[in-house]
């Protein structure tokens, strides 16, 4: 069982940076690759990016490929998710999941989910 809880939402103008943090809670932290996902108001769950269980391999969305990085550190039980250069387009709630089988790229392959952080950037 894998708890998470994610963090560093917030309202900021287009152009600006953010990081999100996702702290989780259980031992087995270093096992789960690990996936960011967001959700815009009348859109489906998307995802991010993506990292395997020892940040060796990531994956980005072609959305924002350049502007976002993915990173973890299992000794902190932390995934985090640096955007750059954000847009109005990336406003959503932004979720961290865990994925206990490999990096997948599908909300379905995922089998823990945070509450979300919502991120909103104005134009």
């Known amino acids: 069982q894998v708890q998470l809880v994610e963090s560093g939402g917030g309202l900021v103008q287009a152009g600006a940076s953010l990081r999100l943090s996702c702290a989780a809670s259980g031992r087995t932290f270093s096992s789960y690759a690990m996936g960011w996902f967001r959700q815009a108001p009348g859109k489906e769950r998307e995802i991010v990016a993506a990292?395997?269980?020892?940040?060796?391999?990531?994956y980005y969305a072609d959305p924002v490929k350049g502007r976002a990085t993915i990173s973890r550190d299992n000794a902190k039980n932390t995934v985090y998710l640096q955007m750059n250069s954000l847009k109005p387009e990336d406003t959503a709630v932004y979720y961290c999941?865990?994925?206990?089988?490999?990096?997948?790229?599908?909300?379905?392959?995922?089998?823990?989910w945070g509450q979300g952080t919502q991120v909103t950037v104005s134009s």
């Open positions: 990292i395997s269980w020892s940040g060796g391999n990531t």
């Open positions: 999941a865990a994925d206990p089988y490999g990096l997948g790229y599908d909300s379905y392959e995922y089998n823990y």
